[in-house]
Structure formats: structure tokens, C-alpha cells
């Protein structure tokens, strides 16, 4: 089941993140900002729940565009499967949610970062339709 996190589900999702970002030193999810989340109108915290165990999560952002009339565009970000249910296609469900929701709010397009140097995702998100040679995202971390 994929569900919208709630302030329940902060430590789970922060072992998720610990597993996508290992050497990230400044992890720490609050509860009260995952309540924050639920009530913004444009930013979606999902969890994927199998036999009432998060295994998964994936933020959307939905961004007002002033190219495309009134159509906004969706940016997904950190996206994670834990290690121990990998390659079971809740990776695949849990994007095709997101695309839905983008899909009911007419979002125009989705976009998504992914790590250099994580080749087996890059090859899930191609795999699923994303196109990751059209564009090349720059980051800068503040």
C-alpha cells in the first residue's frame, strides 16, 4: 500500500535515507515536518507499506510553471527501496503512483536527479520511461 507519510513514520523514513545516503552526515527527519509536508498543497512524502512495514519512500514536489499555461511539473526526490526488498517492483509502483498524481494535477512533465555513481538506478529510470541524456542536472548544496 502507498500511502502519504505521517509523523509516525520519521524514523523508518530516516533509516530509508540512511541506506540511499550512507555517508550523509546530517540526516534527521522530524515528525513535525513530515507533518508540515502532509499540509503543503504542492509537496507529497509517500511511504510504501508491505504487511505493515515501510519499505520504501519517494518525495514529489509539485512546481508552478510559467511556461505551460497552468500546468505544473513534478520533481521527485529521493526515492528508496530498502536494500533487504529490492527488485520485487515496489520501486516501479511506487513511480507509477507519483506519475498519477502528476497526471491528476496535469503536471506537464516529471523530473529527477539521481547519484552519479548509482548506474542500477539509472538503469531502473530508464527503464520506466525517464530519459536521462536529454538533460544533466547541477547541483548545489547550501
Known sequence: MIREAEARDAAVIEGLYREL???HVGTEVLAERIEEIRCHEHSYLFVYEVQDQ??????LHICLDALAANRPFGVVE???ISDKVRSRG?????????????VQLNAS???????????G????YTKLGYD??????????L
Do not use: N, W
Open 90 to 102: 515496489y520501486g516501479s509502483e511506487l513511480m507509477k503512483h507519483l506519475e498519477q498524481v502528476c
Open 21 to 23: 545516503l550512507p555517508d
Open 132 to 141: 536521462g541524456e536529454s538533460s544533466k542536472a547541477f547541483k548545489k548544496y
Open 121 to 124: 538506478a539509472h538503469h531502473f
Open 54 to 59: 515501510i519499505v520504501g519512500t519517494a518525495h
Open 78 to 80: 529521493r526515492v528508496v
Open 109 to 119: 512533465k516529471m523530473l529527477l536527479a539521481s547519484g552519479a555513481s548509482r548506474h
